[in-house]
């Protein structure tokens, strides 16, 4: 069991009950390691608990979106509803007990190194101490507003996608979504056919890929639930090709994957949008995996419906009875979403975060946020974020990128426990060397051959992982000692 150099047991504070949060939870309470997850909602569940609209799924298998400690038999599908992905979350907590070291409702708003340790207070006037500060935010979590004029004098209902107001009457009302990242093609596959009016307001293509919605039967669950090693196989099998080969190889725009999942999505294309005018509306004019692949089972036959319409004018101006696009037209509804993503450079802010000789983390990343191994930040002694600056978000598996995160950081916990490290924080010289590396592997990627996306800085640089798996999981093996201060 760790302890400090004192022999006292640590004390962490975990910011943010998501898939990181309750991860790193779980993983300290079998550890035997005092904890106490902050979270500023009522429940846990981080982005499946945030965004709830309709049609929301995941992009990727269940069995890779699963911990490896905690594998699901009782997925329904390949890809499983936003639902049943948050019943799996908190069904985690609940199994693992977590609750007694949880605090809901009760954002923390400070976090300040003291010399020691790291003083946490919340919203309410709570505040403690704590050894080390594991910060599993995420980031998406704080809605991106399009900038419209006159977004506030809509006189219908007018949400975003992350705040879906479920008392809103959607059946046969006239229905507008601004959006077309994963977000929108999904609530265009559940709402086209449900609306009077359903009009999807696009200023980007987007390259889709056909995946069908699978449903696991009755039987295939039941051999899950038996055959342990059966379960676990399909995990490993799916995290292996979905990382190392087609994470892997998305990297680099030229390769044959890309080249063969563009030829894939031109022929979904070509093939089941009918119409040749729509057809080319919906054509992407950039390199498939640019920008997030869309997923979907459905997108190109609801966008077809009688009542839907593609929309490609810009948008002018918004007005109390609907949206007024370039060409003059009025386009007149009752619900107007807003599937325009999310400030994904936020992290842990707003909160304050103070570290050694009180340097603020909004002054560091005054320009953008960065991260040693996407984990660590110069000046911030035991404060480690799961899925932080210039993680491997983009193409590669969440869960698995956060456990090995998490048992990079229990390494380093262990390394101060043992004297080897005073505390743990990496050098600015290390922090630089690799921020540096980094940008230049990332001008080389498939995400910066020619498109916008939310994968890329105020510079235009990608920011999430520009390197094979390989690297990543070698990186998180064990901490190079020599990138940190010493004891």
Known sequence: MATTQSGREPRFAILGAGMSGILASVKLQEAGLGFTLFEKAEKVGGTWRENTYPGIACDVPSHVYSYSFELNPEWSYLCSPGAEIQAYFEGVAARHGIETSLRLGDAVVRCEWKGVDWEVETASGFSDRFDWVIAATGILHHPKYPEIEGLDSFEGANFHSARWDHDVPLDGRRIGIVGTGSSGIQITGELASRASKFSLFQRTAQWVVPVEQTAYTEEEREKFRTDADLLRNLHEELSQNFNDGFG?????????????????CTEHLDTVIEDPELRERLRPNYRAACKRL??????????????????????????PTGVRTADGRLHELDVLALATGFQVDRFMRPM????????????????RPSAYMAVGVPGFPNFFMLNGPNSPVGNFSLVQTAEMQFGYVMDLVEKVRTGELGYAMPTAEAAHRFEEERVEAAKKTVWATGCRS??????????????PFSRFRKEMAAPVLADFEAA
Request: charged share 25%; no cysteine.
């Open 454 to 467: 939310w994968y890329l800085d105020d510079r235009g640089i990608p920011f999430a992982w520009p390197f």
């Open 248 to 264: 892997t190889s998305v990297l680099d725009g030229n390769s044959e994957m890309v080249q063969g999942i563009q030829d894939t």
């Open 352 to 367: 304050t975060i103070r570290g050694r000789d009180g340097v603020l983390l909004d002054d560091v990343w005054k320009d």
């Open 294 to 319: 869309v997923v979907s089972h459905n997108f190109y036959e609801a966008i077809q419906h009688p009542n839907a319409e593609l929309v490609t004018d810009d948008i002018v101006r918004i007005e």
